[in-house]
């Protein structure tokens, strides 16, 4: 089963960032079948360093955007950015660890901050972006 579909409320039509909102939600969904899949840990081990480091990409890239165009929440934005990568990265330690397996809460959290936070947070510098001329 797919846990997050992409569909038009996921879409902001600026830029790179729809491509890389669709690579985040392909890579949720991607652990999320190894998870249901009972795949090994290598195999879950490297799919979560993947979207841990394309979520820091991402975010990187979203941030350069923001700072390049003056919009001006971006250090609240920043903040949930910190705070998610914070969170996924101690997920991916524990998990290499073996203190934390992947679970249906854990890849619910994933997909509900991720869909929240594009039709949220995301979607709050489109006008902004738009009206300096980004595509
Ligand atoms: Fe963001
Ligand atoms: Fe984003």
Same mark, same amino acid.
């Given at each position: 089963?797919t ?9 902001l039509?600026?830029g790179?960032?729809? #491509?890389q !909102?669709?690579k985040? $939600? ?10 249901q *899949? @009972? ?10 360093d ?10 990187g890239?979203?941030e350069?955007l923001?700072d390049?165009?003056?919009?001006p929440?971006?250090?609240?934005h920043? #903040?949930? !950015?910190?705070?998610? $990568?914070k ?9 290499? *660890? @073996?203190?934390?397996?992947?679970s ?11 869909r ?13 972006l738009i ?5």
């Amino acid at each position: 089963m797919t846990l997050i579909q992409w569909d038009s409320r996921l879409a902001l039509n600026v830029g790179e960032i729809d #491509t890389q !909102h669709q690579k985040l $939600v392909a890579m949720v969904n991607a652990l999320n079948a190894a998870m249901q *899949q @009972g795949k090994g840990k290598v195999a879950v081990g490297q799919i979560l360093d993947g979207l841990v480091s394309y979520t820091e990409y991402h975010f990187g890239a979203e941030e350069q955007l923001m700072d390049q165009f003056g919009y001006p929440e971006s250090p609240t934005h920043k #903040t949930e !950015h910190v705070a998610f $990568v914070k969170k996924i990265g101690e997920f991916k330690e524990e998990y290499r *660890q @073996g203190r934390l397996g992947l679970s249906v809460g854990v890849m619910t959290f994933l997909s509900d901050w991720l869909r929240c936070h594009i039709m949220g947070t995301d979607k709050k510098y489109v006008p902004h972006l738009i009206a300096r001329g980004v595509r």
